[in-house]
Nanobody, 122 residues
């Protein structure tokens, strides 16, 4: 049972990246998926969450209008499209899975991915 986050890298401010969160060993379609990030010296913070059906999504104010979360349940994968990136978006990004997004900013998820580094240069 594993979540694998990928797609991170170095990008200039104003650029875009797409992160992927792929599940193996379980059916991601039954789970809501949240994305978190942790910058150096800061606590891990919830960024977005998408419901298992993909109908509902929730965004932190800091990324609303710039980041979009989507899912392809046939591929057992959730995507995080990040546009108009800023230097303050620099962090390690983690995906996590839980049954619902109702407490999506908490750390109480069933599964966690290992994280992927996103670095935005100004």
């Amino acid at each position: 049972v594993q979540l694998q986050a990928s797609g991170g890298g170095l990008v200039q401010a104003g650029g875009s990246l797409r992160l992927s969160c792929a599940a193996s060993g379980f059916t991601l379609a039954y789970y809501a998926v949240g994305w978190f990030r942790q910058a150096p010296g800061k606590e891990r913070e919830g960024v977005l969450c998408i419901s298992s059906s993909g109908v509902h999504s929730y965004y932190a104010d800091s990324v609303r209008g710039r980041f979009t979360i989507s899912r392809d349940n046939a591929k057992n994968t959730v995507y995080l499209q990040m546009n108009s990136l800023k230097s303050e978006d620099t962090a390690v990004y983690y995906c996590a899975a839980e049954p619902q997004c109702d407490e999506w900013r908490s750390y109480d998820y069933d599964y966690w991915g290992q994280g992927t580094q996103v670095t935005v240069s100004s």
